[in-house]
């Protein structure tokens, strides 16, 4: 079974200070790992994934994140917080090798971002 | 990526009654997904629909609560049926494409059951 594990239910930044929301995980195989974003009455918008490759991945808005597989974690940062990024942050897991499998998310994290 | 909608965007319903979620796609995808968001809560997957069969279902999750539709591959319903008022949620719809990794949700719909 796959699972995410999102330790912080809320973050807490000072805008244009750096953030980093916190995430691990676990798959039997290897992962497929995903960061989402959910604005206040929107849907889950995608923000960037780690398939292969370079460890440190970049997305949208600015966002990286960086796989550690001896460290089971795909942590969200971001060099320069803005309020806007005040939002509730998902991260999610696919095992590849176990077929098709469907998305597992962790419980979320809430940012938010101070003036 | 994809454009998903879905109607209605938020709904009031009386206890007991029934309510269709549509969800329509731009594109042909293969397999659709339909969430569940309880106030506060994660994401938890109702179903898997794939056109031309039946619908797969989540433990804890049964067609008779949830009937979902998916008559082609741009478009799925889900009823949520007898609705009480836990069944107050966020119905997001999700598509995802056969040899993408990625996959992409709708607005969704709020519920609100009295």
């Known amino acids: 079974a796959q699972s995410v594990a999102q330790p912080e239910d809320q973050v807490n930044v000072a805008e244009g200070n750096p953030l980093t929301v916190k995430c691990t995980y676990s798959v039997s195989g290897n992962p497929y790992l995903f960061w989402y974003v959910q604005y206040p009455n929107r849907g889950l918008q995608f923000l960037l994934k780690y398939i292969t490759g370079d460890n440190l991945v970049k997305g949208s808005y600015g966002f990286e994140a960086e796989f550690n597989k001896s460290q089971t974690s795909f942590h969200l940062k971001k060099p320069s917080a803005l309020v806007s990024d005040s939002a509730l942050y998902f991260c999610a897991v696919r095992d590849i090798n176990s077929g098709y499998s469907t998305l597992t998310f962790g419980k979320g994290t809430m940012l938010l971002v101070s003036p | 990526s994809a454009v998903i909608s879905q109607k209605p965007s938020r709904d009031i319903c009386q206890r007991g009654t029934s309510l269709t979620i549509q969800c329509q796609v731009d594109?042909?995808?293969?397999?659709m997904f339909w969430y569940r968001q309880q106030p506060g809560q994660s994401l938890t997957l109702i179903a898997t629909a794939n056109q031309g069969s039946e619908a797969t279902y989540e433990s804890g999750f049964v067609i008779d609560k949830f009937p979902i539709s998916r008559p082609n591959l741009t478009f799925s319903t889900l009823t949520v049926s007898n609705m009480s008022p836990e069944d107050s949620s966020i119905y997001l719809c999700?598509?995802?494409?056969?040899?993408?990794?990625?996959?992409?949700f709708g607005p969704g719909t709020r519920l609100l059951v009295l």
């Open positions: 594109s042909q995808v293969t397999m």
């Open positions: 999700s598509v995802d494409y056969v040899g993408k990794e990625t996959q992409y």
